[in-house]
Structure formats: structure tokens, C-alpha cells
């Protein structure tokens, strides 16, 4: 069984840095894509980046020059460095797990597997 335990979340001023950190035990972890959504009440889950096995990444345009995602196979964790926050990062961030094609790594449905989220706040 796959478990993902996000943490790192917070509050913070806008203009600041928060780290998210999600660690993966229970399978693998070297071989399958990782994903950072996220999530404010009344909307859907938002694709923000997602990081292959190999290193190959892919930012949601909102994000990309501001966040960053590394993943550390060996420490079975990936990361996502968060800079330049602004009111509107402000969600739930949640990790996630599989093995999809490059073209669906925006999708939520391509994903098995999931942790519990963590509240990100950015105050202005």
C-alpha cells in the first residue's frame, strides 16, 4: 500500500518562500511520476507541477519562474520550493502518485494515489 505524507505547510506573507516536502513509502518510489495539485473550497484540484522518475518537469503556467520541484529518490521525497508567494497560492496542497503518460501529468484522475494535503496560507 502507497502512502504520501505531505508537510511544510503554513502561513506566510506574500512575497515570502514556504517548502512543501511529501514522503512516499510502500512501493518504489524511483519509478513513477510525482504531482503537486492543490485545492480551494468550491473549486476544483488545480495541477500546479509534476516531476517524472528521470527528472523530466512540468509546471502549470501560474506557477512556473516562482516554484520549484526536485524529488530525492533516495530519501523516497519530493519537494516543492515555493517563492514569491502570493494570496492566490493560498490552498491545500496535496502529492501525488503513478505512472501516467507525459500528456495527462496535469490530470488528477491519472493518479492512484494521494496524500492528505496541507494548508497553505499567504497572507497579503
Known amino acids: 500500500q502507497v502512502q504520501l505524507v505531505e508537510s511544510g505547510g503554513g502561513l506566510v506573507q506574500a512575497g515570502n518562500s514556504l517548502r512543501l516536502s511529501c514522503a512516499a513509502s510502500?512501493?518504489?518510489?524511483?519509478?513513477?511520476?510525482m504531482g503537486w495539485f492543490r485545492q480551494t473550497p468550491g473549486k476544483e484540484r488545480e495541477f500546479v507541477a509534476a516531476i517524472s522518475w528521470s527528472g523530466d518537469i512540468y509546471y502549470a503556467d501560474s506557477v512556473k519562474g516562482r516554484f520549484t520541484i526536485s524529488r530525492d529518490n533516495a530519501k523516497n521525497t519530493m519537494y516543492l520550493q515555493m517563492n514569491s508567494l502570493k494570496p492566490e497560492d493560498t490552498a491545500v496542497y496535496y502529492c501525488?502518485?503513478?505512472?501516467?503518460?507525459?500528456?495527462?501529468?496535469?490530470?488528477?484522475?491519472?493518479?492512484?494515489?494521494w496524500g492528505q494535503g496541507t494548508q497553505v496560507t499567504v497572507s497579503s
Open positions: 501525488a502518485l503513478d505512472a501516467p503518460p507525459r500528456s495527462t501529468w496535469s490530470l488528477g484522475r491519472s493518479y492512484d494515489y
Open positions: 510502500g512501493r518504489t518510489f524511483a519509478t513513477y511520476t
